[in-house]
């Protein structure tokens, strides 16, 4: 396998960089979870965690808001709400509602989500991505921002590392 | 505060957008420890677990090990295992060693690791940071190999942040 933050052909040249970043935090977040059983997916460590599935669907969760942010330039709609709320959010909610699905449900929504970032990507250009931006009401630009989107990956992946290794069936 | 990925005087063009994205992980990582005691930056979950300092001082370690391979083109010598192994290592040497010491301790091995790594990508432009060089016996480069070391720091913050959470007399 090759490992390098390059420029990728159907990108500019900062977006195939940015793309290279995006894919390989993707690729250590499905190693994380390979394999993992429904009971695995949907434990919780104590009363206040988020179980392994809630964060996988967060990690989808985070980039499909930004989508509807920074693509759709809106916020979003009430269906939008209902079926990412829980995993935006996580905490009470997120125990409640994200549980029971296999692997593979979280693996879609993953892919799902990704394949319209790469899409939209592709029709745009390293000035689209230098364009400044708000975040958080601070000044900001477009690679900032999907930074942002690998950043949070990467630290829930940390956080998938290290419950996979207190679970106790898991040890 | 700004939050932009972008171009940095004093480094070349894409150097100064990897610098941005060091930048802004080291913020998180120094706001996720600020004000932490003793005996929080000491705090053992289980007996697997890595503490807060030692995972502050991992931080430094990574990149400490790079900057020996990159930036030197050797292996570490021994006065350098002495002093990064149990940091870089982590698990029971880590435990052993790595403790009794004030958050002062790791920020100011942070900054000084840091230092050198800045002042080496002054030196440097964007030829050098596209060059290819192996990873872990794989094809690389190294933007991806910096981008590793972001990576991984995130990937420690995020168990910090967890760790946070979990240690009782925090709660």
């Known amino acids: 396998m090759e490992f390098k933050v390059k420029e990728l052909e159907g990108y500019t040249p900062q977006i195939g960089r940015l793309v290279s970043m995006m ?21 919780l460590h104590n009363k206040n965690a988020n179980s392994i599935g809630a964060l996988l669907l967060h990690i989808a969760a985070v980039e499909k808001g930004f989508q509807i942010e920074i693509f759709d330039g809106r916020n979003p709609n009430e269906q939008e709400y209902d079926e990412w709320g829980a995993a935006y959010g996580l905490g ?15 693996i879609d929504k993953l892919y799902e989500v990704r394949n ?20 958080d009401n601070q000044p900001s630009n477009n690679y900032f921002i999907w930074f ?9 992946r940390g956080q998938i590392r290290i419950q996979l290794k207190m679970i106790p069936f898991l040890s």
Not at 28 to 36: E, I, K, Q
Not at 92 to 106: A, H, N, S
Not at 120 to 133: A, I, N
């Open 148 to 156: 942002h989107v690998i950043e949070d990956e990467i630290n829930h």
């Open 92 to 106: 009470e909610l997120g125990r409640k509602e994200i549980k029971d699905q296999p692997l593979t449900f979280y």
């Open 23 to 43: 894919n390989y935090a993707r690729k250590t977040t499905l190693d994380a979870v390979h394999g993992l059983t429904i009971k695995e997916l949907d434990h």
């Open 116 to 135: 319209r970032t790469l899409e939209e990507f592709r029709r745009r250009d390293d000035t689209w991505l230098h364009s400044e931006r708000l975040w």
